[in-house]
Protein backbone atom coordinates (compact mmCIF):
# COMPACT_ATOMS: atom_id res chain seq x y z
CA UNK A 1 0.00 0.00 0.00
CA UNK A 2 0.90 3.48 -0.53
CA UNK A 3 2.43 5.39 2.30
CA UNK A 4 0.80 7.85 4.23
CA UNK A 5 3.15 10.80 2.66
CA UNK A 6 2.73 9.50 -1.11
CA UNK A 7 -1.72 9.58 -0.53
CA UNK A 8 -1.03 13.57 0.89
CA UNK A 9 1.50 13.68 -2.26
CA UNK A 10 -1.43 12.98 -4.64
CA UNK A 11 -4.10 14.85 -2.60
CA UNK A 12 -2.44 17.80 -3.34
CA UNK A 13 -1.77 17.01 -6.55
CA UNK A 14 -5.69 16.38 -7.22
CA UNK A 15 -6.34 19.54 -5.03
CA UNK A 16 -4.02 21.50 -7.40
CA UNK A 17 -5.57 20.11 -10.54
CA UNK A 18 -9.20 21.08 -9.01
CA UNK A 19 -8.13 24.41 -9.04
CA UNK A 20 -6.59 24.79 -12.49
CA UNK A 21 -10.29 23.08 -13.78
CA UNK A 22 -11.59 26.14 -12.18
CA UNK A 23 -9.32 28.83 -14.24
CA UNK A 24 -10.73 31.00 -17.11
CA UNK A 25 -10.07 28.34 -19.71
CA UNK A 26 -7.90 25.46 -20.25
CA UNK A 27 -7.33 22.63 -23.44
CA UNK A 28 -6.43 19.10 -22.94
CA UNK A 29 -3.60 17.86 -25.67
CA UNK A 30 -2.24 14.78 -26.67
CA UNK A 31 1.68 15.84 -27.40
CA UNK A 32 3.07 12.23 -28.47
CA UNK A 33 6.52 12.43 -30.15
CA UNK A 34 6.56 16.61 -30.41
CA UNK A 35 10.51 17.63 -30.05
CA UNK A 36 12.18 18.89 -27.00
CA UNK A 37 13.06 22.12 -29.02
CA UNK A 38 9.36 22.71 -30.37
CA UNK A 39 8.33 21.73 -26.57
CA UNK A 40 10.71 24.51 -25.39
CA UNK A 41 9.52 27.26 -28.01
CA UNK A 42 6.21 26.54 -27.34
CA UNK A 43 6.09 26.87 -23.75
CA UNK A 44 7.73 30.71 -24.33
CA UNK A 45 4.74 31.27 -25.89
CA UNK A 46 2.59 29.98 -23.21
CA UNK A 47 4.63 32.02 -20.66
CA UNK A 48 4.66 35.08 -22.69
CA UNK A 49 0.88 34.83 -23.09
CA UNK A 50 0.29 33.85 -19.23
CA UNK A 51 -0.49 30.73 -20.10
CA UNK A 52 0.19 27.63 -17.52
CA UNK A 53 1.68 24.59 -19.59
CA UNK A 54 2.16 21.30 -17.39
CA UNK A 55 1.75 17.28 -18.18
CA UNK A 56 -0.86 15.83 -16.09
CA UNK A 57 -1.07 12.36 -15.07
CA UNK A 58 -4.78 10.98 -16.83
CA UNK A 59 -5.66 8.73 -13.32
CA UNK A 60 -5.25 11.84 -10.94
CA UNK A 61 -6.84 14.26 -13.35
CA UNK A 62 -10.45 11.67 -13.00
CA UNK A 63 -10.26 12.92 -9.56
CA UNK A 64 -10.33 16.37 -10.26
CA UNK A 65 -12.45 16.34 -13.07
CA UNK A 66 -15.53 14.79 -10.71
CA UNK A 67 -14.84 17.62 -8.16
CA UNK A 68 -15.61 20.27 -10.84
CA UNK A 69 -18.11 18.54 -12.52
CA UNK A 70 -16.12 17.59 -15.71
CA UNK A 71 -17.47 13.88 -15.77
CA UNK A 72 -17.75 14.29 -19.26
CA UNK A 73 -13.67 14.33 -19.93
CA UNK A 74 -13.07 11.03 -18.60
CA UNK A 75 -13.17 9.93 -22.12
CA UNK A 76 -10.36 11.91 -23.39
CA UNK A 77 -8.07 10.87 -20.68
CA UNK A 78 -6.00 8.47 -22.22
CA UNK A 79 -2.50 8.44 -23.37
CA UNK A 80 -0.15 11.61 -23.08
CA UNK A 81 -2.02 14.21 -21.99
CA UNK A 82 -1.19 18.15 -21.24
CA UNK A 83 -3.26 20.52 -20.16
CA UNK A 84 -2.97 24.44 -20.78
CA UNK A 85 -4.55 26.56 -18.84
CA UNK A 86 -5.08 30.43 -18.63
CA UNK A 87 -6.47 32.52 -15.72
CA UNK A 88 -7.47 35.46 -17.45
CA UNK A 89 -7.35 35.17 -21.27
CA UNK A 90 -10.21 32.37 -22.24
CA UNK A 91 -8.79 32.74 -26.01
CA UNK A 92 -5.12 32.50 -25.13
CA UNK A 93 -4.66 28.93 -24.59
CA UNK A 94 -6.87 27.67 -27.83
CA UNK A 95 -4.91 30.19 -29.81
CA UNK A 96 -1.32 28.93 -28.97
CA UNK A 97 -2.11 25.57 -28.68
CA UNK A 98 -4.14 25.36 -32.32
CA UNK A 99 -0.71 27.48 -33.51
CA UNK A 100 0.91 24.38 -32.95
CA UNK A 101 -1.71 21.77 -33.50
CA UNK A 102 -1.09 23.26 -37.09
CA UNK A 103 2.38 23.15 -37.35
CA UNK A 104 3.17 20.04 -35.85
CA UNK A 105 -0.40 17.48 -36.94
CA UNK A 106 1.50 14.40 -36.03
CA UNK A 107 2.62 15.36 -32.60
CA UNK A 108 0.15 17.54 -31.35
CA UNK A 109 -3.69 17.12 -31.15
CA UNK A 110 -6.32 18.95 -29.16
CA UNK A 111 -7.94 16.26 -27.23
CA UNK A 112 -11.30 18.94 -25.68
CA UNK A 113 -11.16 22.07 -23.83
CA UNK A 114 -13.22 24.22 -21.19
CA UNK A 115 -14.45 27.86 -20.75
CA UNK A 116 -16.05 29.44 -18.01
CA UNK A 117 -17.05 25.89 -16.34
CA UNK A 118 -18.51 24.52 -19.93
CA UNK A 119 -16.63 21.90 -21.90
CA UNK A 120 -15.48 22.09 -24.91
CA UNK A 121 -15.20 19.49 -28.24
CA UNK A 122 -11.71 19.97 -30.00
CA UNK A 123 -13.57 21.40 -32.64
CA UNK A 124 -15.08 24.44 -30.51
CA UNK A 125 -11.39 25.03 -29.47
CA UNK A 126 -10.28 25.50 -32.84
CA UNK A 127 -13.20 27.61 -33.79
CA UNK A 128 -12.90 29.47 -30.30
CA UNK A 129 -8.75 30.31 -31.46
CA UNK A 130 -9.68 31.59 -34.49
CA UNK A 131 -10.95 34.85 -32.21
CA UNK A 132 -8.35 37.57 -31.96
CA UNK A 133 -6.53 38.19 -28.33
CA UNK A 134 -7.49 39.83 -25.84
CA UNK A 135 -6.05 43.08 -26.12
CA UNK A 136 -7.03 42.85 -29.75
CA UNK A 137 -10.72 42.51 -28.71
CA UNK A 138 -10.69 45.29 -26.13
CA UNK A 139 -9.10 48.03 -28.62
CA UNK A 140 -11.44 46.77 -31.49
CA UNK A 141 -14.50 47.14 -28.98
CA UNK A 142 -13.34 50.33 -28.37
CA UNK A 143 -12.66 51.49 -31.73
CA UNK A 144 -16.84 50.36 -32.43
CA UNK A 145 -17.78 52.40 -29.65
CA UNK A 146 -15.79 55.63 -30.76
CA UNK A 147 -17.02 55.28 -34.18
CA UNK A 148 -20.04 57.04 -33.72
CA UNK A 149 -18.52 59.76 -31.98
CA UNK A 150 -16.13 60.29 -34.82
CA UNK A 151 -18.75 60.25 -37.18
CA UNK A 152 -20.40 62.90 -35.42
CA UNK A 153 -18.31 65.20 -34.74
CA UNK A 154 -17.17 65.26 -38.69
CA UNK A 155 -20.85 65.89 -39.25
CA UNK A 156 -20.69 68.85 -36.90
CA UNK A 157 -17.55 70.30 -38.17
CA UNK A 158 -18.91 70.08 -41.79
CA UNK A 159 -22.37 71.66 -40.53
CA UNK A 160 -20.35 74.23 -38.79
CA UNK A 161 -18.21 75.33 -41.93
CA UNK A 162 -21.48 75.33 -44.29
CA UNK A 163 -22.78 78.00 -42.11
CA UNK A 164 -19.31 79.63 -41.94
CA UNK A 165 -18.17 79.00 -38.78
CA UNK A 166 -15.03 77.59 -37.41
CA UNK A 167 -14.55 74.71 -36.06
CA UNK A 168 -11.56 73.62 -33.41
CA UNK A 169 -10.53 70.50 -32.24
CA UNK A 170 -12.83 70.46 -29.74
CA UNK A 171 -15.64 69.82 -32.28
CA UNK A 172 -17.02 73.80 -30.88
CA UNK A 173 -17.68 76.41 -33.07
CA UNK A 174 -16.94 79.98 -32.83
CA UNK A 175 -18.81 82.24 -35.25
CA UNK A 176 -16.24 85.26 -35.87
CA UNK A 177 -17.66 88.74 -35.89
CA UNK A 178 -18.95 90.66 -38.96
CA UNK A 179 -17.48 93.32 -40.04
CA UNK A 180 -19.78 96.57 -40.86
CA UNK A 181 -19.20 96.76 -44.62
CA UNK A 182 -20.52 100.14 -43.90
CA UNK A 183 -17.77 102.30 -42.18
CA UNK A 184 -19.08 104.90 -40.34
CA UNK A 185 -18.51 108.19 -42.20
CA UNK A 186 -15.82 110.84 -40.34
CA UNK A 187 -17.79 113.83 -39.03
CA UNK A 188 -16.99 116.55 -41.30
CA UNK A 189 -14.94 119.20 -39.40
CA UNK A 190 -16.54 122.56 -38.49
CA UNK A 191 -16.33 125.43 -40.59
CA UNK A 192 -13.36 127.69 -39.27
CA UNK A 193 -14.89 130.75 -37.58
CA UNK A 194 -15.13 133.59 -39.65
CA UNK A 195 -12.42 136.53 -38.28
CA UNK A 196 -13.78 140.39 -38.51
CA UNK A 197 -11.53 141.94 -40.75
CA UNK A 198 -9.25 144.11 -39.13
CA UNK A 199 -10.22 147.82 -38.92
CA UNK A 200 -8.05 150.32 -41.42
CA UNK A 201 -5.61 151.21 -39.19
CA UNK A 202 -5.80 155.15 -38.11
CA UNK A 203 -3.40 157.65 -40.38
CA UNK A 204 -0.22 157.92 -38.80
CA UNK A 205 0.24 160.76 -36.82
CA UNK A 206 1.69 164.03 -39.43
CA UNK A 207 5.25 164.49 -38.14
CA UNK A 208 6.27 167.47 -36.44
CA UNK A 209 7.99 169.05 -39.88
CA UNK A 210 4.84 168.66 -41.87
CA UNK A 211 3.03 170.72 -39.34
CA UNK A 212 5.39 173.59 -39.35
CA UNK A 213 5.66 172.82 -43.19
CA UNK A 214 1.59 173.81 -42.77
CA UNK A 215 2.05 176.94 -40.41
CA UNK A 216 4.55 178.71 -43.02
CA UNK A 217 2.17 178.43 -45.62
CA UNK A 218 -0.55 179.81 -43.76
Known sequence: MPSERILEEKKKIVLEMTENLKSKAGVFVDYKGIKVNEDTEMRVKMREADVD???IRNRLMKLAIKNVGFDDLESVLAGTTSLAISKDDPIAP???V???ADKLPN???IKAGFMDGKIMSADEVKAIASI???PILQAQFLGTLLAPIASLAVVLKAVAEK???VADVTGTTETPVEADP?????PEAAPAEETAPAEEAAPAEENEKDIESKKEEE
Open 163 to 165: DGA
Open 107 to 109: YFE
Open 182 to 186: VKEEA
Open 94 to 96: ARI
Open 53 to 55: YSV
Open 132 to 134: PAL
Open 98 to 100: KEY
